[in-house]
């Protein structure tokens, strides 16, 4: 059984820890619900995420079943939450007893502040990359999707996040299971406009465009 615990609070970025929560739910659903998802905050109360979204947590920072699997989200109340002590103590914390420690996008932030990405590899927004690695102790990947060092796996900013938790319960219970749950989540990304990007077009070539 493994238990994902992933943290919220206002101004989260909602596909960081949504994209993630959708990868560890299916899982869950597929080895028969044997294992545990579960949102994680300062509080009960609503959480207002980045766009709008509120979300209702589980479970409080002193108040949660042992956490095997520790995910951070980023998103603009990063820059407020580096400085709160409740949130960066509750994650250094936990880190040294979960198995694994994930961040998406500016999550690294908090995971830096607390401590389990001093000294690691890590992945964040690529506008983010310039501020995270001036904090020192620290090197950021800027080629990378996700990026795994130790039992610290961090992401890429917002949608990268599924990617990252695709390895991950890949890690955790084998690379067909990952398969399974990417093909019933139906993530194979294909963004539209992508062959309309100047970069992907030869010079004197035109762009197909649906008929």
């Not at 990868?23 to 980045?50: E, I, K, N, Y």
């Not at 209702?56 to 939450?81: F, I, K, M, N, S």
Request: proline share 6%.
């Amino acid at each position: 059984m493994t238990t994902y615990g992933l943290l919220v609070f206002d101004g989260a970025e909602e596909l960081d820890f949504v994209g993630p929560w959708e990868v560890f739910t299916a899982s869950r659903m597929l080895r028969d619900g044997v294992d545990t998802v579960v949102l994680v905050a300062a509080g009960l109360d609503p959480v207002r995420c980045s766009k709008g979204l509120r979300v209702l947590p589980d479970h409080t920072l002193a108040d949660h079943p042992p956490l095997d699997v520790l995910l951070v989200p980023g998103g603009q109340g990063t820059r407020r939450e580096v400085t709160n002590a409740a949130i960066t103590d509750w994650i250094r914390s936990v880190a040294q007893s979960a198995s694994w420690v994930t961040g998406v996008c500016t999550g690294a932030l908090l995971l830096h502040e607390a401590g389990p990405a001093r000294g690691r590899r890590v992945a964040t927004h690529h506008g983010f990359e310039d501020a995270l690695q001036a904090r020192g102790e620290i090197t950021v990947v800027r080629d990378a999707r996700y990026v795994v060092d130790g039992n610290l796996v961090t992401s890429q900013g917002v949608s990268a996040g599924i990617d990252m938790a695709l390895w991950l319960v890949g890690a955790l219970h084998g690379r067909d299971h990952a398969r399974q749950v990417r093909r019933y989540i139906q993530y194979d990304p294909a963004p539209p406009y992508l062959a309309d990007e100047p970069a992907a077009v030869p010079a004197g070539t035109l762009a197909a465009t649906p008929g």
